[in-house]
C-alpha cells in the first residue's frame, strides 16, 4: 500500500521526496555495509565517524519524516476519529514488518539481532505522537525533554534486551540496529511540531508543488517515498544477495 501523503486533491510531494531522499541515502548505506560484510571492503561501521555519523543523519531524516507525516495525517482526518481504520491497519503493517524484521536478522546475524530498531521504534513512537498531538506548541518542549533524558538518566537496570527498548541504558547493545524510544522520540515529537506549524502557518512549505529544476530528480524520489515501507523491507534482500552472489563469483577456484 503507497504511503501518499495527499489531503483530497492536494499532493505533499515534498515530503515524499525528502522521504524518498532517506530511502536512498539508507540503501546507499546499507551497500557499502553489505561490501564490508562480505570482505570486499573494511570498514569500521560501528566506531568510525564516517558511518557513525551518517546513520545518525539518516536516522534522524526518517523519524522526523515519520513526525512530519503524522501533522499531515491528522490534517486530513478533521472532523473524523485520529484513531481511525487506516491508521490502524498502517500501524499493523510496520509492526508486522518490524517482526519481520527480527526474524530474518536472527537468521543472518544470531548473536547481534535486531530487537528493536527503526521500525519497531516507529511503532512504538506512532502511537505516542497521537496521543501528545494536541499538545501544540508544548511538543517542541517534550521532544526536547525526550532528547536530553538519556543524558541524565541512565542505569544498568534498562541493559537487558527486554526493556533496553526505552533507551536509558548505560552502555549501545550488541545489535544491528538500534533504535531506542529516547531520544529519538524527540525528533519525531519535532517533526509533527514543525509539521503543525507549516500546515498553521505556511502550508505551501509542505503542499507547493516540486520546482520545475527539481522534477527530474524529485519526483522520481516522491515516488519512491510514497512506498518507503515496502522498499525498506526488500532492499536489503535484494542487496545482500547481489553482493553474496558477486562474492560467490569472485572466490577464488578450489
Known sequence: ????????????????????????????????????????????????????????????????????GQAVARDRERGRSHWGGHFWQRWAQITTCALLV??????MFPRSYISFGVLHGIAVMLL??????????????????????????QHESFDSRWINWVGLVTHKPTTEDYVPLLPWLGVALWGQAAGQWALRHRRLLLSAPLSPALSPVGRP??????????????????LIGLVAGAAWLLRPAG
Open 102 to 107: 527480527s526474524a530474518g536478522s536472527w537468521l
Open 1 to 68: 500500500m503507497p504511503e501518499s501523503t495527499a489531503i483530497g486533491a492536494e499532493r505533499f510531494d515534498r515530503l515524499d521526496a525528502l522521504r524518498g531522499v532517506a530511502i536512498v541515502w539508507m540503501a546507499l548505506f546499507h551497500f557499502f555495509f553489505d561490501l564490508n560484510h562480505f570482505g570486499f571492503i573494511h570498514q569500521d561501521f560501528h566506531g568510525d565517524p564516517l558511518w557513525t555519523a551518517q546513520r545518525t543523519a539518516i536516522v534522524s531524516l526518517f523519524v522526523f519524516c515519520v513526525g512530519l
Open 221 to 238: 524520489l516522491a515516488s519512491l517515498g510514497r512506498w518507503s515501507l515496502a522498499f525498506y523491507m526488500l532492499h536489503q534482500p535484494v
Open 128 to 153: 505516542l505522537l497521537r496521543l501528545t498531538a494536541p499538545a501544540g506548541r508544548w511538543l517542541w518542549l517534550i521532544g526536547l525533554l525526550a532528547l536530553l533524558m538519556p543524558m541524565w538518566v
